[in-house]
């Protein structure tokens, strides 16, 4: 009886090592996949995009097995403290006001926000020329942020949606005057498309380091140090490979996305 039970209790402590080892080789990314060219759904429902394939990538790197957990962009770090997953992978840019609340790895890319309005409009992206529009942004996003700060205060309505898709359907339709948006998600999210036809980037990117952060990484928990250093070692890996370059040039074309 003795010998048995010892036998099923070290059964049972092979099981928990089992467990415990599958879980620490396993990363589950949240994410927005509403954001082309960032992260998306194909036709056929499958994920796709920059932010898909740089996970990938970094996963494959790290030696872990990774899988990605769908939620809105405002909701994914209460969803990340709930620990509904293990890392952030939504083309969140580092922030001190998000530093507050959550770690980030190294930046791994960092891209410009710009102004996407009427080509024949005259718009600019400043306070003066926006006052009495309407400019849509991402709700929790960088760029709510700094409309809010740069543009509200001056008679600018800022007008903020949890689908950047809805914005676009409002701008064509002429409730919105204006977006402001990630570059590279404008162009293949709105400008490429027929809908963008008579859109355009106007003026130059909107500029505020301290507002728009120091480009974007994997935002974890601040109790995941490890996770933390292993992410950190893999895209060490992945950026010497030249992925990131590569993944840059299918996505976002002539776009420098290299951490300034």
């Not at 909701?75 to 083309?91: G, H, M, W, Y």
């Not at 969140?92 to 960092?110: E, K, L, P």
């Not at 543009?151 to 898709?165: C, F, I, K, L």
Request: aromatic share 8%; hydrophobic share 45%; proline share 3%.
């Amino acid at each position: 009886m003795k010998k048995t039970l010892n036998m099923l209790i070290a059964a049972g402590c092979l099981l928990a090592t089992g467990s415990t080892f599958a879980a620490e080789n396993k990363l589950r990314f949240g994410i927005e996949a509403l954001y082309p060219p960032f992260e998306s759904k194909s036709a056929s429902g499958q994920l796709e995009g920059f932010d898909i394939d740089l996970g990938h990538a970094v996963c494959a790197a790290a030696k872990l097995e990774c899988s990605w957990v769908e939620t809105s962009f405002d909701s994914l770090i209460p969803a990340l403290q709930a620990r509904k997953f293990e890392a952030i992978n939504s083309a969140m840019n580092v922030t001190d006001q998000r530093r507050a609340a959550i770690a980030f790895t190294d930046s791994i890319y960092q891209v410009p926000n710009r102004l996407i309005a009427k080509a024949d409009s005259g718009l600019l992206p400043d306070a003066k020329s926006l006052a009495g529009k309407r400019v849509g942004v991402l709700q929790g996003s960088i760029q709510e942020n700094y409309a809010n700060a740069h543009w509200a205060p001056q008679g600018v309505d800022v007008v903020s949606y949890q689908d950047q898709n809805q914005v676009y359907l409002d701008l064509t339709s002429g409730r919105l005057d204006a977006t402001l948006i990630m570059a590279p998600a404008g162009q293949s999210g709105f400008l490429a498309h027929p809908d963008g036809k008579g859109f355009a980037f106007v003026g130059e990117a909107v500029k505020d380091g301290k507002i728009l952060g120091e480009g974007i990484a994997f935002g974890l928990r601040k109790d995941d140090a490890a996770l933390l250093k292993q992410l950190n070692e893999a895209i060490a890996k992945v950026k010497q490979q030249g992925t990131i370059s590569a993944l840059s040039k299918k996505y976002f074309g002539d776009i420098d996305v290299t951490v300034k």
